[in-house]
């Protein structure tokens, strides 16, 4: 089903007959890994490569996956571990704010820090491969299990964080894996579906963040579930050899999801370089191990093939400087340190105010109630849901493999009832979701506040009826009944919404007496404190959001699909479906209040980019050119309000009319601003040749058009301040 085959010579391209894989060669800043690697291979028996390729199997380890030891050359048992926010089964690590959280900051610093703390606590228990981050699931389909565990529905936004966070992870010595490779965009027939995906949408949304990952040296890539185009995706030859490796020039390792292998000599040959768990979750269906021993002794898989598997994998372990001083596996080591400082941070500023009517911030108010099942604690105990697979009490994260357990966890209610005694004011709570129960907590307080969730995860656990992905952008819990009878009683409503992703807000919205609506998404361990920064107003929100809430589900014009998708919307996902369709969001792409005002002014736009195909040669990430930085806009934002505030400017770009047909706009820069009352500073916006590009089928390159290009700087993907344009001839 893909438009075009080989991107290389003939010879060169794999199929599950043994023809020659695209080979590492040591790209970039990878030469001296690869020089090292290949001496540690000279030494190796092909038994060793073997088990250096291979878990071990399903729970015979102290880490989620684990390969054997090398001892001719002092390699060890290598750890894996999940996952993109802490360490899994951890018993003294931090509970980090899940992906989604920290996107919602758009704070580059704050993504990095998070991500440097989380390299040290992998580093800390001994974990040589962390499992994330996740650019896969991006988030096409709003009821998405996993897209919490990302960086939002936008490929340049995800990309930036990626990057950024395998950068932090991987400045630690550890390996980053970037996940979920590729078009595994919903839980329901994750192992059985065909993602079928046109070569230019897969390009310019969904491998996008990869290429970013790969720029970045990402030590590996986990290869998903599902089919694309057809083919498995962990033996695919067009995503992981032409593409992966070929296109993207990437030097570090692909490993499989668990599980996610189907046949011994397709995988081997389709680009696939580790099996991980080694075995089925029953201990069965070995497909590697001896099975590849015998695939390469029959000149079914050639021993180039299994070198090249050994040395990018090799090639990352010296890459990360994991041969010398690293810690032993202990995955119950005490690493906390001070990061729930920045749990507290990103929770905070990737709070998102969609509506404040002027009740926020509080000001010592006589009486609160604080309302529904969500406000406190899960009572049965904060780690109590298997990988969080329940959705009781205070929801701070998503289930699955990509959760962690709490060291601690601060509720909404009890931040709020510490601040309230600090103030002198009484606090009410009524910790049920029950409609009959609200009159008494809500009863002459001069502010109510009600809390209420949507949660979602991985496929393997089902809660409530959702099986992974929701089954309806509803709240839970009757939500919506919830702050119904509240608003019923109390004229002075505050809405708290804790959910993975968006969820639909009319009926609450059509309530007058609900003043103010906080979406305070997934904020981890630090739940309450980082709320109370902003009921209070301690800290101004900042936060902006990282998808579209619509006025009703089927606005998003994609759904959770019973069989294979055909991602017949192409290009047009969240707001670029919204913009191109003209339809009128809720709250659009980008959007979040704040306790001040800014202003934009003086736009500025350089440029020297040049139209036509990229050129440079092949480096990590593709062709050199298209990091090159070739045009800048800058504008002045300015405090015009009366409280210390922080702004996201946004920069999106518009294809000249002459190019192929495109979303109205596309994100292409944004910069965050700490500014006092009355400061100005500069919003700057580096536009690099590929934010300029459109992916060309036919060529198979990025290709620059020629004519007029959009430049609209704004608050959000709606609120647009200031407008230019780039001329390239």
Not at 657 to 679: E, I, N, Y
Request: charged letters at 15%.
């Amino acid at each position: 089903m893909w438009f075009l085959g080989c991107l290389v010579p003939l010879a060169q391209c794999t199929s599950s007959s043994g023809q020659r894989a695209p080979v590492g060669t040591g790209l970039g800043d990878w030469a001296d890994a690869y020089s090292q690697a290949s001496a540690a291979l000279a030494k190796m028996s092909q038994q060793d490569k073997v088990n250096i390729v291979s878990g071990i199997g399903w729970d015979k380890g102290p880490c989620v996956g684990n390969t054997s030891p090398i001892n001719s050359i002092g390699y060890p048992q290598l750890c894996l571990q999940d996952g993109p926010l802490g360490i899994r089964f951890g018993t003294g690590t931090t509970a980090f704010t899940p992906g989604i959280q920290a996107a919602s900051t758009w704070d580059v610093e704050l993504i990095r820090q998070r991500a440097q703390y989380l390299g040290a606590e992998a580093r800390g228990c001994g974990v040589h491969v962390l499992l994330g981050p996740a650019p896969g699931a991006l988030g096409k389909i709003a009821a998405g299990g996993r897209n919490w565990e990302g960086f939002g529905v936008d490929p340049y936004l995800t990309g930036v964080a990626t990057r950024i966070t395998v950068e932090g992870i991987q400045s630690n010595g550890v390996q980053a894996v970037a996940k979920h490779y590729i078009a595994n965009e919903q839980e329901l027939n994750r192992e059985r579906m065909s993602s079928n995906v046109d070569d230019r949408t897969l390009h310019e949304l969904y491998l996008w963040p990869f290429a970013d990952a790969v720029h970045a040296n990402v030590a590996s890539i986990m290869c998903s579930y599902n089919k694309v185009n057809g083919s498995w995706a962990c033996e695919s030859d067009k995503t992981q050899n032409q593409i992966l490796k070929t296109e993207l020039g990437f030097q570090g390792y692909v490993v499989s999801d668990w599980n996610a292998q189907h046949t011994t000599n397709g995988a081997a040959n389709n680009g696939m370089d580790m099996t991980m768990p080694g075995s089925d979750f029953n201990g069965r269906n070995i497909l590697w191990g001896p099975q590849l021993n015998n695939a390469v002794n029959s000149n079914q898989v050639q021993r180039s093939r299994l070198d090249d598997m050994a040395k990018r994998i090799l090639a990352a372990w010296y890459f990360t400087g994991q041969n010398k001083g690293y810690p032993a596996t202990n995955i119950r080591a005490n690493v906390q340190g001070n990061h729930k400082e920045n749990v507290r941070a990103t929770a905070r500023d990737g709070i998102v105010l969609l509506k404040n009517n002027g009740i926020l911030p509080l000001k010592k108010p006589g009486k609160i109630a604080v309302i529904g099942s969500s406000s406190v604690a899960n009572p049965k105990g904060i780690n109590s849901c298997v990988d969080k697979g329940c959705n009781e009490g205070a929801l701070g994260m998503g289930w699955g493999s990509g959760s962690v357990n709490y060291p601690y966890f601060v509720a909404p209610y009890d931040a709020i009832r510490d601040r309230a005694q600090r103030d002198g004011t009484q606090v009410s709570l009524s910790n049920t979701d029950n409609t009959g129960a609200v009159s008494g907590a809500a009863n002459g307080a001069d502010v109510a506040i009600v809390f209420i969730t949507a949660d979602s995860g991985e496929g393997y656990i089902t809660v409530e009826g959702h099986a992974g992905d929701r089954t309806h952008l509803d709240p839970w819990h009757n939500g919506n009944q919830l702050v119904q009878a509240v608003a019923n009683i109390n004229k002075n409503v505050i809405v708290v919404v804790h959910s993975t992703g968006p969820i639909i807000l009319e009926t609450i919205l059509a309530l007058p007496n609900v003043q103010a609506i906080v979406w305070a998404g997934l904020p981890s361990q630090e739940s309450g404190n980082a709320l109370v920064d902003i009921l209070y107003g301690s800290t101004s929100p900042s936060g902006k959001l990282v998808y579209t809430i619509a006025k009703n589900p089927n606005d998003y014009g994609t759904r959770v699909i019973n069989g294979d998708d055909n991602f017949s919307e192409g290009l047009y996902i969240d707001y670029r479906h919204f913009d191109n369709k003209k339809i009128e969001p809720r709250y659009e792409f980008g959007f979040g209040l704040s306790y001040t005002n800014f202003t934009y002014s003086n736009i500025a736009i350089t440029s020297q980019a040049k139209s036509g195909p990229a050129t440079g040669e092949t480096i990590p990430g593709g062709r050199a050119d298209l990091w090159e930085n070739v045009a800048t806009v800058t504008a002045t934002i300015t405090n015009s309000g009366g409280v210390e505030g922080a702004e996201v400017a946004q920069l999106y770009l518009t294809l000249p009319s002459g190019a192929p047909a495109a979303p109205p706009k596309q994100l292409r820069g944004f910069d965050k601003l700490k500014l006092a009352p009355g400061q100005s500073a500069t919003a700057t916006f580096n536009i690099r040749r590929k934010d300029l590009s459109y992916w060309d089928v036919r060529t198979q390159n990025w290709i620059v058009p020629s004519g007029n290009f959009g430049i609209s700087v704004g608050a959000s993907s709606r609120d647009i301040r200031l407008t230019g344009s780039i001329s390239v001839s």
